[in-house]
């Protein structure tokens, strides 16, 4: 009952945001001060023009998504499609290196949302499972108990 | 408390100023590989203070170049940025040169007229995040290289 509701609650969220992963969270520090390791973000995606300024979540073919602020835009005329390049506001410099296109300039079709509103700390939890998994077993088990108990 | 924490950031009406003035073009080329390249001194001035709630972690601060070229209907270059930690360091005065490499996608700056924004992005301590502008226009590149 509990998993249910917290699916539909996901899914929900999912339809609502319009994007594959409304929530996510940081995992690095190349968003700091603004962004911690451990904070989560919550994205929001629509048609409209990304532009710079806007801090957006892509991955063009990597392990884990990027989530870093825009600071170019050259956006052609005739289709709207768009070259952008990203750049973490802790880093010195932007992430033309780490592009997987050889364009060397990201193309919109890899951005998955705008981050529209964070809350701190949050994400730690899905860290340290990640990191001890011991603790996820843990949680998982208790989780398991209470489905249990809640049965009777 | 998230949505509290933002509903209160709504009822917040800023009133930031801001003011640039280019002090100098310092160089003005194309580069070997083809695109045009400038370098420019900035004196950029504002009043950010109104932008501040109790709920304000930073703000985030960026000046971009705006123009447009027959290719692009839009091009954003962003020359230079700030973190503001706080409402006392939020009227300031600066002088600098762009911060970023000012770089066309292609030959067009020669007598290029442009706008200079200066964008922000309040970041709060919970909830949600705001962005506006202020776009400041009548700017232009000269018509040769330097």
């Not at chain 1, 990191?131 to 949680?139: E, F, G, Q």
């Not at chain 2, 930031?16 to 590989?33: G, H, Y």
Request: proline share 4%; hydrophobic share 45%.
């Amino acid at each position: 009952m509990v998993i249910s509701s917290a699916l539909i609650i996901w899914k929900g969220l999912i339809c609502i945001t319009g994007s594959e992963s409304p929530v996510v969270v940081v995992l690095s520090g190349s968003m700091e001060p603004g962004f911690k390791r451990g904070d989560i973000l919550f994205l929001y995606m629509n048609r409209d023009p990304i532009r710079a300024g806007q801090i957006v979540v892509f991955n063009d073919g990597r392990d884990v998504p990027i989530v870093h602020r825009v600071i170019e835009v050259h956006e052609q005329r005739d289709n709207k499609e768009a070259d952008i390049l990203t750049k973490g506001d802790a880093n010195l410099y932007d992430d033309r290196m780490l592009y997987t296109s050889s364009n060397r300039w990201l193309q919109q079709k890899y951005i998955m949302g705008r981050a529209v509103g964070f809350l701190p700390y949050v994400g730690w939890l899905t860290i340290i499972m990640t990191d001890k998994p011991i603790i996820k077993y843990i949680l998982l088990g208790a989780l398991g108990l209470l489905v249990i108990i809640s049965k009777e | 408390m998230c949505v509290i924490a933002s509903l209160s950031d709504n009822l917040n009406i800023p009133s930031p100023s801001a003011e640039i003035q280019i002090m100098n073009i310092n160089w003005f080329q194309k580069q070997p590989k083809g695109s045009d390249e400038v370098s420019l001194t900035m004196n950029i001035s504002a009043d950010l203070q109104s932008l501040f709630t109790w709920n304000t972690k930073q703000v985030f601060i960026f000046v971009a170049a705006e123009y447009e070229t027959r290719k692009n209907s839009l091009n954003q270059v962003s020359l230079w940025d700030a973190i503001i930690p706080a409402k006392e360091r939020a009227k300031f005065w600066i002088r600098s040169s762009n911060k970023y490499r000012f770089v066309d996608h292609g030959k067009n700056l020669r007598g290029k007229e442009f706008n200079l924004t200066l964008h922000w992005h309040v970041m709060p301590k919970t909830g949600k995040m705001f962005a506006d502008k202020i776009v400041m226009s009548g700017y232009s590149l000269p018509e040769e290289y330097i």
